[in-house]
């Protein structure tokens, strides 16, 4: 994913799509700070040795700012349109969230935690239509499970609601298992019960510091947990690549760098980058 490069000034498609051939990976997911230009993106791709297998813009499409709920909108759409026309498989995403306050509720965190399950209605109203595009360009929606931005898809009982309203087989999962260890959900499991909607990985790992998490608990801050490159956390890769062997999953597995152990320069990011590789290279290979 190209986040983590662009964030230390690798901002240039081509740089990145070059740095990523020379080290070795085979495809890029292109975020959302990379421009959408067309002749950049015809150039990546008519080489040949780097694919592009998919954009990604996660935002809060029911933000409680109409405009700027419109605006990630039409950004979605934008990217959808463009996908189609480049031949990108997919589109990874968020779902929204509505945090407008319930009239009437006084109890805060009984409120919080409705938010998912009280968004439901309003997601499908927006996504609905947003499928029937995506169908049309030949483009796949892919929603993130990561509870830190406007999502609901964020769990197992909420993918089975999701996917029971949103009818179509262009709508699937960009699978982390970093952000379910976190929230105490079995990440191995979901994968055959999901199988038919895992489009797209995310390989991040995420660690746990149980004697932080005994002095403040899951409640007080998330200073007991933070994510880490594949290998350098608390995931069992053996057993979450036997669940997508098992599944025959053959899709990308994306390298998504939130390390702060690595982060600060270039050089860091792209060690990081490399270190996580090298460490999938030989879970795949065993």
Same mark, same amino acid.
């Given at each position: 994913?190209?986040?983590?490069?662009?964030?230390?000034?690798?901002?240039?498609?081509?740089?990145?799509?070059?740095?990523?051939?020379?080290?070795?990976?085979?495809?890029?997911?292109?975020?959302?700070?990379?421009?959408?230009?067309?002749?950049?993106?015809?150039?990546?791709?008519?080489? +040949? !040795?780097?694919?592009? $297998?998919?954009?990604?813009?996660?935002?809060? =499409? &029911?933000?409680? #700012?109409?405009?700027? @709920?419109? %605006?990630?909108?039409?950004?979605?759409?934008?990217?959808?349109?463009?996908?189609?026309?480049?031949?990108?498989?997919?589109?990874?995403?968020?779902?929204?969230?509505?945090?407008?306050?319930?009239?009437?509720?006084?109890?805060?965190?009984?409120?919080?935690?409705?938010?998912?399950?009280?968004?439901?209605?309003?997601?499908?109203?927006?996504?609905?239509?947003?499928?029937?595009?995506?169908?049309?360009?030949?483009?796949?929606?892919?929603?993130?499970?990561?509870?830190?931005? +406007? !999502?609901?898809?964020? $769990?197992?009982?909420?993918?089975?609601?999701? =996917? &029971?309203?949103? #009818?179509?087989?262009? @709508?699937? %999962?960009?699978?982390?298992?970093?952000?379910?260890?976190?929230?105490?959900?079995?990440?191995?499991?979901?994968?055959?019960?999901?199988?038919?909607?895992?489009?797209?990985?995310?390989?991040?790992?995420?660690?746990?510091?149980?004697?932080?998490?005994?002095?403040?608990?899951?409640?007080?801050?998330?200073?007991?947990?933070?994510?880490?490159?594949?290998?350098?956390?608390?995931?069992?890769?053996?057993?979450?690549?036997?669940?997508?062997?098992?599944?025959?999953?053959?899709?990308?597995?994306?390298?998504?760098?939130?390390?702060?152990?690595?982060?600060?320069? &270039?050089?860091?990011?792209?060690?990081?980058?490399?270190?996580?590789?090298?460490?999938?290279?030989?879970?795949?290979?065993?």
């Amino acid at each position: 994913m190209t986040n983590a490069l662009v964030k230390e000034g690798m901002k240039d498609l081509g740089n990145i799509a070059a740095w990523a051939e020379a080290a070795g990976f085979e495809d890029l997911e292109v975020g959302p700070t990379v421009p959408l230009e067309k002749a950049l993106f015809e150039k990546v791709l008519c080489h +040949g !040795n780097v694919g592009l $297998s998919s954009l990604t813009y996660c935002r809060n =499409f &029911l933000s409680a #700012d109409k405009e700027e @709920a419109a %605006l990630h909108l039409a950004e979605l759409k934008k990217r959808i349109e463009f996908a189609g026309d480049m031949g990108i498989e997919k589109i990874v995403t968020s779902t929204g969230i509505d945090k407008t306050p319930e009239e009437g509720v006084y109890d805060r965190a009984d409120a919080i935690r409705r938010l998912p399950i009280r968004s439901l209605d309003k997601v499908v109203e927006v996504f609905l239509p947003v499928l029937e595009a995506a169908e049309k360009r030949g483009v796949k929606i892919a929603f993130e499970n990561c509870p830190l931005m +406007g !999502n609901i898809a964020i $769990s197992p009982m909420l993918w089975r609601e999701l =996917f &029971l309203r949103l #009818d179509s087989s262009n @709508a699937g %999962l960009a699978y982390d298992p970093s952000h379910l260890l976190w929230e105490m959900i079995d990440p191995y499991l979901p994968v055959t019960e999901f199988a038919s909607r895992i489009f797209h990985i995310h390989a991040k790992d995420t660690r746990i510091d149980c004697q932080r998490l005994g002095e403040v608990g899951i409640l007080t801050d998330f200073s007991w947990w933070n994510y880490r490159i594949p290998g350098n956390g608390m995931l069992d890769w053996d057993r979450f690549i036997k669940e997508l062997q098992g599944i025959g999953y053959t899709g990308t597995v994306s390298i998504e760098h939130e390390d702060a152990d690595y982060e600060g320069t &270039l050089e860091k990011v792209q060690q990081g980058l490399l270190m996580g590789k090298q460490f999938l290279e030989k879970k795949l290979t065993a």
